[in-house]
Nanobody
Framework: QVQLVESGGGLVEPGGSLRLSCVAS????????MGWYRQAPGKQRELVAV???????NYADSVKGRFTISRDNFKNTVYLQMTSLKPEDTAVYYC????????????????WGQGTLVTVSS
């Protein structure tokens, strides 16, 4: 079954750190960009960070210098290391895999994870 499986969310105090992981489950010939988006209550989903297959990255201005995205292409896994967390980082974080070519069907897929909640609060 083709899906993205996220882990690592939870409750953390301001200034703390968390690491999110996302595995693309299934057989893929290749996956283009993998990244993280978030949606806070009452707000639209927004880009947090994205990393292409060849290592190019893009971050939201609000997380630059605090969050780091990394990726293991062999494991089809993307990580988000979050440090110096702030209450405004509280949101459901969604993993995304773009231009994921599924091996059997050769379909070019845009996949989303189910979301993992990050709560930053004292």
């Amino acid at each position: 079954q083709v899906q993205l499986v996220e882990s690592g969310g939870g409750l953390v105090e301001p200034g703390g750190s968390l690491r999110l992981s996302c595995v693309a489950s299934g057989n893929f010939i290749s996956i283009g960009a993998m990244g993280w988006y978030r949606q806070a209550p009452g707000k639209q989903r927004e880009l947090v960070a994205v990393r292409t297959r060849d290592g190019n990255t893009n971050y939201a201005d609000s997380v630059k210098g605090r969050f780091t995205i990394s990726r293991d292409n062999f494991k089809n896994t993307v990580y988000l290391q979050m440090t110096s967390l702030k209450p405004e980082d509280t949101a459901v974080y969604y993993c995304n895999a773009n231009r994921a070519v599924e091996a059997r069907s050769l379909k070019n897929l845009n996949l989303w994870g189910q979301g993992t909640l990050v709560t930053v609060s004292s």
